[in-house]
């Protein structure tokens, strides 16, 4: 087997220090919970969230965004949703993309600065992160 360069050092570096570490997957639970909690206080009782995507599957970073799929039990409106989202002060920047091949509400978790894409009609995107 070759020996290992420095260049191979500095890559293996660099994806250690990017990695996700525990404190970002618990803030990303956090997160999960809180868009959870808004939902239900806006009356989607039957609110589910399901973390998708590179935060799983292990090829996350710490500076990458969090994918949700979140089951209100109907696909539902968009823009009606960013607008319950948007109650929470912990949420920035949000904005509707209805008229993406999969809707989704795009925001940013202020106190994280972590940004959320957040889809509702397409349980397929769960699925791939399996795959």
């Known amino acids: 087997m070759p020996e290992?360069?420095?260049?191979?050092?500095?890559?293996?570096?660099?994806?250690?220090?990017?990695?996700?570490?525990?404190?970002?997957h618990e803030a990303r639970v956090r997160i999960c919970s809180s868009i959870h909690e808004v939902f239900i206080e806006a009356g989607y009782t039957n609110c589910?969230?399901?973390?998708?995507?590179?935060?799983l599957?292990?090829?996350?970073?710490?500076?990458?965004?969090?994918?949700?799929?979140?089951?209100?039990?109907?696909?539902?409106d968009t823009v009606k949703i960013?607008?319950?989202?948007?109650?929470d002060t912990d949420f920035v920047n949000i904005k509707a993309?209805?008229?993406?091949?999969v809707p989704i509400v795009k925001a940013v978790h202020f106190p994280s600065g972590i940004k959320c894409d957040l889809s509702f009609g397409n349980?397929?995107?769960?699925?791939?992160?399996?795959?």
């Not at 290992?4 to 970002?24: A, C, N, P, R, V």
């Not at 589910?48 to 935060?55: A, E, K």
């Not at 993309?97 to 091949?101: E, F, L, Q, T």
Request: aromatic residues 12%; charged residues 30%.
């Open 48 to 55: 589910l969230v399901y973390p998708y995507g590179s935060t």
């Open 97 to 101: 993309v209805p008229n993406a091949r």
């Open 57 to 76: 599957n292990g090829v996350g970073f710490s500076d990458s965004d969090l994918d949700l799929y979140v089951d209100l039990g109907f696909s539902g």
């Open 82 to 87: 960013s607008k319950s989202l948007a109650k």
């Open 4 to 24: 290992k360069s420095h260049f191979d050092d500095q890559i293996l570096d660099l994806e250690k220090e990017k990695e996700l570490k525990l404190k970002d």
């Open 123 to 131: 349980k397929a995107s769960l699925w791939n992160t399996e795959f």
